[in-house]
């Protein structure tokens, strides 16, 4: 269903050809993080802390330092001097204190020490030479029990000027806002429903683990080769936490194995360039499954009190929501931004939203594909379903007549440019699943979600060979197929087939500075700067027609490929194609590139509206999801292939965080459940197709009109299942995941 | 003259305003401005904002201009992953 | 620890390695033989992404030691395409995007190719409870299970 009048106007965008990467990557010959080798290489091993919260007495490595096959020990102390701010809100300083524990181990699998042996065997058996004394000190994980007066305190000092007075020190930023007068709204009520909820933390879970190859020389030159979603920002950490310049510092992005916000900072680079350092040789290492659920990013886990009221029409009257994050034991839970999504699809005269970021025992948070939204919709959204039971309501006309749309005052305050939500929830009441009867025991359920989106820092360099193909450098890593957007862009302005453009991703030595693959940021933002390079040559190709025909610059336009002449006196010239100007570009000025280096500000919101049904086997608990529909605003789609991908990728790991992820701690304060058997993500026969319609609401902040489309469609699935599971059940799931003994109980409780 | 929203919970370095009228041209301006006009302001700005004018979010951009009459909002940064 | 010399096929060619008794066959393939085309998701058998099969057998080579690969007919991802020929798999795991990030791509097509030769037809649940050892977080499956029945028709077709 494409709403883009423009789509006709496109050649090359819009369609679906096969990706760049595709051959290597069914050869086996694309090379990820731990498929580089480099002579003289030592392997890499990360001694971790058992305990959940102590106070790291000594570290006696002498043992380990005498084996023949260890080249190099290394703690805390041999990362720079914190030239940087030592205090918790210095972002490097926390990147520094996970990455390598100081005076304190403040998680299970902490890092506190690390060897680099002759080979992986070795390494590890090194690990056992290494004797740290604890002080163990008492530990909490859970984010209720981590704001209460008796918790353990993690770190004094934490707190920033948000917090108001008299909370507990692991209570370090506080977010309020919205708009209105609540008690009024909850007067005009007909129906108010007030409820907590709580989801747990989860894992990205990227099957690639992280994975690096360090060289670092005591000139303080080196070379990174590592599994990210930004090098830029690699290089830039790094480098302070070692000490040495930036621009030292080569960082080449290998092939990602998948991210999902996951592989935005930085965990084992700095820990390998140090051992690299210190042995003088290139040092490998790469984290076991184990290690990246115990050290890597999981997402917060969240408790939630939701108060919403609703006329019998529908309306809702007034909204607030108080929404506490847990992020591990550094600041930055996204307890704000949970807030600041959790009402956005919604036009709301009275609105009030309330953020908490908590500090407690557990690996320090990382982004996870719009990182905080999903859990604020799901209380949101559930929330609104029990009203719409409750009142006998249309779920899908309940949203629409509260929708928000271009003109109306965001929940976060400002007010909205063209946006497409409701363009999804009448896509949502029009298509035939929506209509599609029930079997007995089935439940659907419907939720929008809400995400904002990115642009960020970017570069992009293009140049164009002699036989009239093209090259494009982009700075971010392709985690969803992006050299194919890129190149699909490129072909549109430049007139020349998709197959004649080369995208690379570059290493931070051939390019400028690149923020990271984040953000649903790629399509838009380096889209926008491959369509601005590819422009910028097109000038040039332009000015070398024009010196050809001897006429001036502004006769000649650009148009399929082609320099043509252009108004009254261009003289009738026959087309100049790109390649006949390319062919002698080296005699006629030079060779010819584009580049556009800028930070774009128009990334443009995004909605998303899912329709799931869901069966629930009251015998044992389980649920099947029977269907499921995904509905979002792409703005343009470059590659709609590409953009289902990202829509059904959305959804099944929001499956997965409804009915079966989640952070499992024991009473010890250890992770329970470090192995994929064990922290069960969606397989193949788990799940159904995944339906998806695209909707396209052009961006006004985008020449072709593309939105990011790689986070929203996490953002419903949550509350949809719940729905469709409470709905199924019979009982109101309040509570994530939705695993068979809590369904059980729940089924029990209701009798 | 440009009217700043701000998100409530900085109410309490404001001495209670949520609107702050300031003079400015472009994002960085008012940003500094704001300061002028509210010194316990530069602790959320260190922290990271993004500003809303007209709508649009402008992430960290300090050279956007404000246009005459501008609805613009602060806000916090946005974080992506 | 004493190294065991292992003489094995893969891919058709002879090969021989030293090896440490503990070393897994997904190390032996990875470090020893430059095939890295196998890659280790998990070391516990459960996400599938170094899937070979063994004397025509699916396997996690993470699971069995590279020792006992002596004597057996190793088959990896790098064996799967005719030269510069791609099987079917292959071509249509492109065509229909069923992979992003790509690293469970080797082993969704060791395990594919092992289910289309013991099963033309497979229907939708049995292509599904086949690739349930191979874990991707990118995709949500859906292109894949069309990729693999598409190419079963097609190759039931083509024989």
Redesign the interface.
């Known amino acids: 269903m494409a709403l883009d009048d423009r789509k006709s106007d496109f050649t090359f965008v819009g369609t679906r050809p096969n990706r760049p990467d595709g051959l290597d990557k069914v050869t086996g010959r694309a090379k990820f993080g731990a498929d580089a080798y480099a002579p003289g290489m030592l392997h890499g091993a990360i001694l971790r802390s058992p305990h959940a919260h102590a106070r790291i007495v000594k570290i006696d490595a002498s043992k380990a330092e005498a084996h023949k096959d260890v080249k190099a020990v290394v703690t805390r102390a041999d990362f720079a001097d914190v030239p940087f701010k030592p205090g918790l ?1 210095g972002e490097f300083y926390n990147v520094l204190e996970n990455v390598m524990a100081g005076e304190k181990a403040l998680y299970d699998g902490h890092a506190v020490a690390a060897v680099a042996a002759t080979s992986a065997l070795a390494a590890r058996d090194a690990l056992k030479l290494i004797e740290v004394e604890y002080e163990v000190l008492p530990h909490v994980t859970d984010v209720d029990k981590a704001m209460a007066p008796d918790a353990p305190v993690i770190r004094e000092g934490a707190a ?3 917090v ?1 007075e008299g909370m507990h020190p692991n209570v370090v930023r ?5 708009h209105g007068d609540l008690e009024a709204g909850f007067a005009e009520a007909d129906l108010i429903i007030e409820d907590s909820f709580v989801t747990e933390a989860t894992h990205q879970g990227y099957i690639e683990p992280h994975a690096c190859l360090a060289i670092l020389g005591n000139d303080g030159k080196g070379e990174l080769w590592c599994t990210t979603q930004g090098h830029w920002i690699a290089q830039k950490t790094c480098a302070a936490l070692l000490g040495i310049e930036t621009s030292q510092l080569r960082v080449t992005a290998s092939e990602i194995g998948g991210g ?2 996951g592989k ?1 900072t930085v965990f084992i680079e700095p820990v390998a360039l140090a051992l690299s350092r210190k042995a003088n040789r290139p040092v490998k290492l790469v984290m076991t499954r184990s290690e990246v659920f115990r050290a890597t990013g999981p997402t917060s886990s969240a408790s939630m009190d939701v108060k919403i009221g609703m006329k019998k029409d529908g309306t809702i009257s007034a909204a607030q929501g108080i929404f506490r994050l847990q992020g591990g034991a550094f600041p930055g839970a ?1 307890g ?2 949970t807030a ?1 999504c959790a009402f956005a699809p919604y036009n709301l005269t009275n609105v ?1 939203q309330i953020g908490y970021d908590v500090m407690a025992n557990r690996p320090k948070q ?6 905080g939204a999903p859990m604020g919709a799901f209380a949101v959204e559930s929330v609104i379903d029990e009203l719409c039971n409750k009142l006998g309501l249309d779920p899908v006309e309940v949203r629409l007549k509260n929708a928000a749309h271009e003109g109306t005052k ?1 929940s ?6 063209r946006i497409g939500l409701v363009e999804t929830l009448e896509a949502a009441k029009a298509h035939p699943h929506y209509s599609a009867p029930l079997k007995p025991g089935q439940g659907r359920g419907i939720s929008c979600g809400f995400w ?5 820092e970017t570069s992009v360099s293009l140049a164009l060979s002699e036989d009239g193909s093209a090259q494009v450098m982009v700075g971010t890593p392709d985690i969803g197929g992006s050299r194919a957007s890129m190149a699909l862009m490129a072909a549109e302005v430049l007139g020349i087939p998709y197959e004649n453009i080369r995208v690379t991703i570059a290493d931070t030595a051939t390019l400028g500075y690149n923020d990271v693959s ?4 790629v399509t838009y933002a380096s889209g926008l700067a491959t369509i601005k390079a590819a422009r910028h040559a097109v000038e040039k190709l332009c000015e070398r027609a024009a010196a050809k025909w001897g006429i001036p610059v502004d006769a000649v336009k650009w148009e399929n490929g082609c320099a043509v002449p252009s108004g009254p006196n261009a003289g009738d010239f026959d087309p100049m194609p790109l390649a006949d100007i390319t062919a002698d570009m080296g005699r006629t000025g030079g060779p010819i590139s584009g580049h556009f280096e800028a ?1 774009p ?3 443009g ?1 995004s909605f998303g509206t899912h329709i799931v049904d869901a069966e629930v086997d009251p015998e044992t608990g389980k649920t099947s999801v029977t269907r499921y529909t995904v509905i979002q605003d792409a703005g343009k789609a470059i590659h709609p292939t590409y953009v289902e991908g990202q829509y059904q990728g959305g959804a099944a790991q929001g499956i997965g965080w409804a009915l079966n992820e989640e952070y499992i701690y024991g009473e010890d304060g250890r992770l329970q459940n470090s192995i994929f058997l064990d922290y069960r993500i969606p397989v193949a026969s788990d799940l159904p197709m995944i339906d998806t319609v695209i909707v396209e609401v052009p961006n006004p ?1 985008h020449p072709f009109g593309v939105r990011g489309v790689g ?1 929203t469609g996490i953002v419903p699935p949550l509350a949809a299942i719940a729905n469709a599971v409470s709905n199924a059940a019979g009982v109101r799931m309040k509570r994530l995941p939705m695993s068979p003994p809590r369904i059980l109980a729940a089924l029990k409780d209701n009798g | 003259m440009v009217e700043v ?1 701000l ?3 900085l109410r ?2 404001t001495g209670g305003q949520q609107v702050v009228e300031v003079e400015a041209k472009t994002t960085g301006e008012l940003l500094r401005a704001l300061v002028r006009a509210h010194p ?1 302001l530069q ?2 700005i ?2 990271g904002v993004s500003i ?1 004018v ?8 300090l050279t ?1 201009p404000i246009p005459e009459g501008s ?1 613009v ?1 602060l ?2 940064r ?4 | 620890m004493k190294k065991f010399h292992v003489t094995t096929t893969v891919n058709g060619d002879a090969v021989e390695y030293l090896c440490d008794p503990r070393e897994t066959l997904l190390d032996c393939l990875r470090d020893k033989l430059n095939l890295t085309g196998a890659k280790e998701g998990c070391g516990t058998g459960d996400c599938g992404a170094c899937s070979v099969t063994v004397d025509g057998r699916l396997v996690c080579s993470c699971l069995m030691l590279g020792v006992e690969a002596e004597g057996k007919q190793i088959e990896t991802v790098e064996g799967i395409a005719d030269g510069d020929i791609l099987h079917p798999l292959q071509k249509k795991m492109i065509e229909y995007a069923a992979l992003q990030c790509g690293i469970c791509t080797p082993g969704i097509l060791v395990a594919a190719k092992s289910l289309l030769e013991k099963n033309p037809n497979p229907t939708e649940e049995e292509t599904r409870y086949w690739l349930a050892g191979n874990l991707c977080r990118c995709t949500g499956y859906d292109k894949i299970i069309r990729a693999v029945m598409d190419t079963a028709a097609e190759m039931r077709e083509a024989s």
């Open positions: 809100e920033d000027y948000s108001p506080y977010h309020e806002s919205g999902f916000g935005t996204p704000d931004m600041m009030k990382a982004a996870y594909r719009a990182p965001a976060y305050g400002p007010t909205y440019e904002f989106n990115h642009g960020g984040h953000g649903s940021r930070t500000e128009g990334a919101v902040g986070e | 929203h998100w409530s919970g309490s370095l316990q602790a959320p260190d922290a809303a007209d709508g649009r979010v402008i992430a960290t951009g956007e609805e909002y806000m916090q946005l974080r992506g992953g």
